[in-house]
């Protein structure tokens, strides 16, 4: 079945409202004209400047900093509490001003640990090896050269490990000011390992 509807009549339908007039240029005042060109302009250009660019250039530092350290003979309970880990991780990199992003952990079986921080300096790392008494930490930055040092004395300090072993590398990013003979890209690291006890 179909239903009939309605079909309002002219007088039932409500009336469609006009379109704004455009304003009339005043005969009588021609310099008041020229003001409000003049003055729309101005709005016009002032509008042009002030509208947000979607997004900033950023122009990161050319060299980046590599950390890697191996922390041995970390104490059983330290090793053990996976939450303190990684609330040490976390604290170690705010205390260095590090911009934490997200993070994430996973809990192996039948043991160890690893705990992910993403940065908007790039991102750090702990991976713990309890069967070896060991944790590894690593951390890249784009912040410069030696950076990370505050974050890896914070977790020394915390660790209370027996010996570490430390590389750290200077990365650079941009090496079109170096020598063009050189193809080795090799020597885009600067390597530099510590033995410390």
């Given at each position: 079945l179909l239903q009939q509807q309605a079909v309002?009549?002219?007088?039932?339908?409500?009336?469609?409202?006009?379109?704004?007039?455009?304003?009339?240029?005043?005969?009588?005042?021609?310099?008041k004209n020229e003001?409000?060109?003049?003055?729309?302009?101005?709005?016009s250009n002032q509008q042009q400047r002030t509208k947000p660019t979607e997004h900033a250039a950023y122009c990161a530092p050319s060299t980046g900093h590599y950390l890697v350290c191996t922390f041995h003979n970390?104490?059983?309970?330290?090793?053990?509490?996976?939450?303190?880990?990684?609330n040490l991780l976390l604290e170690g990199l705010a205390k260095d001003r590090f911009t934490i992003l997200k993070s994430a952990t996973h809990e192996f079986t039948p043991q160890g640990f690893t705990s992910m921080v993403l940065l908007a300096e790039s991102h750090a790392c702990i991976h713990t090896y309890p069967e070896h008494h060991s944790i590894t930490f690593s951390l890249y930055s784009c912040r410069?050269?030696?950076d990370g040092q505050g974050c890896l004395d914070y977790l020394t300090n915390a660790l209370r490990a027996e010996r570490r072993i430390i590389f750290d590398s200077t990365v650079h990013l941009n090496t079109a000011h170096e020598d063009s003979s050189q193809k080795d890209p090799s020597q885009n690291l600067t390597p530099a390992s510590r033995n410390e006890q």
């Open positions: 309002p009549t002219p007088s039932q339908t409500p009336p469609v409202p006009a379109p704004p007039q455009k304003k009339q240029p005043d005969k009588k005042n021609p310099k003001k409000n060109r003049e003055a729309k302009k101005m709005n970390v104490p059983e309970t330290i090793l053990a509490n996976t939450k303190q880990l990684h410069g050269e030696r």
